[in-house]
């Protein structure tokens, strides 16, 4: 019987379990050195670690924190061990306000236990990686696996399966075409392909990795014995490896399939992330009916019309949808834009800024050359334009964080490698805009960003881009 490896959190529950120890140990010895004495005894405090270790579990789960731990170096190590922390100590936080025991509780002892979690975890996580890799090579129960493999790509797969393989000791190799090679890399070629089954029945092979084509008829019928035998093949599907997709089997209509994308999500995460924008959406909506109050009638008396600004957008896979916005600009602002061309930063045209843009409202250049500006320009400066956009992300067209959407206009220029920017909700923010906004005028760049986002999509990202959103509002850097 084939064992298949843990999948998703699971995978790392040792782990977990000494995180866990870690920050019982912290929070022992930050009560301690406050209070002099354990806090067994003190049902708040057992009740506030009990939460502590609830939340914290749930943080790893949900964040995906040790998502590649073994393969971490030191540096990436600390900041993830630093980000789980903080993000756990956040939560934490919210916990004590909500329940209002703020002043129940010392704050020596939270920080104390903060910061040595942030240590011991690091410490506890480097300490059982070492051992863990060591263990694994020196094991002597390792699975022995026979590999066949094409005799052009075979000394750097070999490579690549012994830096990234754990659990398996490759003993034998087959090459799916003649050659005169007797070893590879120290590994002996142990048969020929036809004579590859016979082998395996004669040996302790556990497994069998192929990475030939399976049309090939040889590769084909090794597969087919390999299942009469029970024994598991691996089967490497390089073509699609090659571009960096990822991958997965699931089932479709009853067929079995090897989906690839460029990344994917849990529906647990894309839950959270829709709950996240659910209640952010109720708090952006509820400023913009404010904003609406006190900036609309300015607005109306600057440039006669509506309030709001409506725009069809292009969303996720191309679905199209109604954008609002505060208006900032001047009726006759989409008329003008063909007009003002020429004077796109955006040289490629596939997207359109300006430095001083007379379509919003109150912006006019004097005869003496003197650039004025008006209520459009605060509002843009401010990013206070953006806020009716909250009523979409309640709607469901947008997400809090996202890439931004195009305009049908920029849309219809779109090339293939474009179109990634579609493939996941729009935002309100983005990388893109935190990582200069308005000062990126290279497209390219833009979608390399936009890109980026997707392929490293998280819970985390989305909150560190949202705090770095905050952060640039409040600078007014870069605002669109």
Known sequence: MYKRNARGWTKHLDFIIIDEIALHISFLIAFMLR???????????????????????LVIIFFNTMHNVLKRGYLKEVSMTAQQ?????????????????????????????????????????????????NKYKTDSNKSNMLAVLDPDTAEGLIKRLYDGMIGYNIVGIVLGSDGDLTEINGIPIVCELDDAAEYIMSNPIDAVYVDCPISDSGISRLMDECFQMAVPVHYHVSELKKYGMSQFVEK???TTCLTTTLNYASSSKLLIKRIIDILGGLVGSLVALILIIIIGPVIKIASPGPILYSQERIGLNGKRFKMYKLRSMYMDADKRKAELMEQNRIKD???????????????????????????????????LDEFPQFFNVLAGHMSLVGTRPPTVD?????????????????????????????????????????TQYISNWSLGLDIKILFKTISAVLGHKGAM
């Not at 002099?36 to 009990?50: D, H, K, T």
């Not at 129940?104 to 480097?126: K, P």
């Not at 919003?360 to 401010?382: A, Q, S, Y």
């Open 410 to 450: 920029e849309w219809e220029k779109y090339e293939y490698r474009h179109r990634a920017r579609l493939s996941c909700k729009p935002g309100i923010t983005g990388l893109w805009q935190v990582s200069g906004r308005s000062e990126i005028t290279d497209f390219e760049q833009v979608v390399e960003l936009d």
């Open 349 to 383: 045209g596939m997207m359109f800024k300006m430095e001083f843009d007379p379509r919003v409202i109150g912006n006019k250049e004097l005869p003496d050359g003197t650039k004025k500006t008006g209520v459009g320009e605060f509002i843009r400066r401010t990013s």
């Open 252 to 254: 479709i209509g009853g």
């Open 35 to 57: 209070h002099a004495e354990l806090p067994y005894g003190r049902e708040l405090y057992v009740n506030l670690f009990v939460t502590m270790a609830f939340i914290d579990v």
């Open 85 to 133: 922390c903080l993000i756990s100590f956040a939560f934490i936080n919210v916990y004590v306000f909500s329940v209002q025991a703020g002043t129940s509780y010392s704050r020596i002892v939270m920080y104390l236990t903060l910061i040595l979690h942030i240590l011991f975890g690091f410490a506890t996580r480097i300490l059982w990686k070492k051992y863990i890799l």
